[in-house]
């Protein structure tokens, strides 16, 4: 209880920060994904045995920034506790999907608000990147922590199918979609219900693109 408390109040006074990652920061991103593996592997769709394998650049190469693709860490001082990342989803032949994943925060790193600061960095990044106008992400049937935190960052429920996991065990995902880019259809009648709540006098100055 104390030892929980006294990380609290470190996690606090402390810097924290969420960021993308670069090659540099490998040694970090590899000791904390194998750990996600080796203690949940059951959330995750590659196991701890494949990714122990990889060579210091396949991890610098898994790592490094790039217009589809990028690893986002939250630091607590100079500690990585937690990761996400973005990639570009394959299975929209158009390019324009992201798929957020591979989410982890240590332990005890949990319930401070970490979370947070990991999901809004990575959807203000995928929002940045001009080629993305929608995210999707998926959570393993029962994950309700997952599910949760996605929801409360506006996805909504897309599609159900069995998946393989990397502990072995076949289990339904549920994936969720987010709209990163507003449509202009909507756009143009937030603008229109705007101009027809405008006084006459105003409605001058009010345009449709």
């Known amino acids: 209880m104390i030892n929980a408390l006294m990380k609290t109040l470190y996690a606090t006074a402390a810097l924290t920060i969420a960021k993308v990652l670069n090659k540099d920061d490998y040694l970090k991103v590899k000791k904390i994904r194998l750990e996600a593996l080796e203690n ?5 769709a590659t196991s701890y045995e494949e990714e122990k394998s990889y060579s210091d650049a396949q991890w610098r190469q898994w790592i490094a920034e790039s217009p589809e693709n990028c690893v986002i860490g939250v630091f607590v001082g100079d500690e990585l506790v937690g990761i996400t990342t973005v990639t570009k989803w394959e299975e929209d ?43 999707v992400v998926f959570h393993r049937d029962g994950n309700e922590l997952s599910k949760h935190i996605n929801t409360k960052f506006g996805a909504k429920y897309y599609f159900t199918r069995p ?4 502990n072995g065990e076949t289990a339904d995902a549920h994936w969720y979609k987010t ?21 006459v006098a105003e409605k001058q100055v009010l345009t449709l693109n």
């Open 40 to 44: 949940d592997g059951r959330y995750f």
């Open 179 to 199: 709209l990163l880019a507003e449509r202009k259809k909507d756009s143009i009648e937030k603008t229109r219900k705007k101009i027809s709540a405008t006084p």
């Open 163 to 166: 998946m393989r996991w990397a």
């Open 93 to 135: 032949v158009t390019g324009k999907t992201a798929k957020f994943g591979r989410s982890y925060i240590r332990p005890d790193s949990r319930g401070q608000g970490l979370a947070n600061l990991l999901y809004q960095k990575r959807m203000d990044w995928a929002k940045q990147q001009r080629r993305y106008t929608s995210a």
